[in-house]
């Protein structure tokens, strides 16, 4: 019997990850860095969606803020890989921020202030 169940969760788990779809989307944002808010002596650095207002990402990273601030603008282009599962959950990593493709990080998440129209992962 131990046998059967196991395969039967075997498929279904590989089933499930075949259902999922996973796309790379590019947003345009705007960006703060908050130094007096840290995080294992990282600033905060917080990226806003610029068609998506009221949604947010915080990333606590030095290197990020660095980079940002060298770039002199206002407004950056943000990628991200969002993937669906058949459940229709929604799950997103940031990827690239203004060319850059890595940093380091202490901590990182995402939020909504109010209550937005959209969101920018439907």
């Known amino acids: 019997m131990i046998r059967p169940f196991f395969i039967l969760l ?4 590989t089933a499930c990850s075949m259902l999922e779809q996973t796309k790379t989307q590019e947003f345009q944002m705007t960006w703060q860095i908050k130094t007096e808010d840290k995080n294992q002596q990282n600033s905060l650095v917080e990226l806003s969606f610029v068609d998506f207002p009221g949604n947010f990402i915080g990333e606590y990273s030095n290197q990020l803020a660095d980079h940002l601030k060298q770039t002199g ?3 950056v282009p943000a990628t991200f890989e969002i993937t669906r599962d058949a459940l229709g959950n929604v799950s997103y990593n940031l990827t690239e921020v203004a060319g850059l493709k890595q940093w380091k990080a202490s901590f990182a998440y995402g939020g909504t202030s109010g209550s937005p129209e959209r969101s920018p992962f439907e």
Not at 10 to 13: E, N, V
């Open 10 to 13: 075997l498929i279904s788990g």
């Open 73 to 75: 603008k206002e407004e």
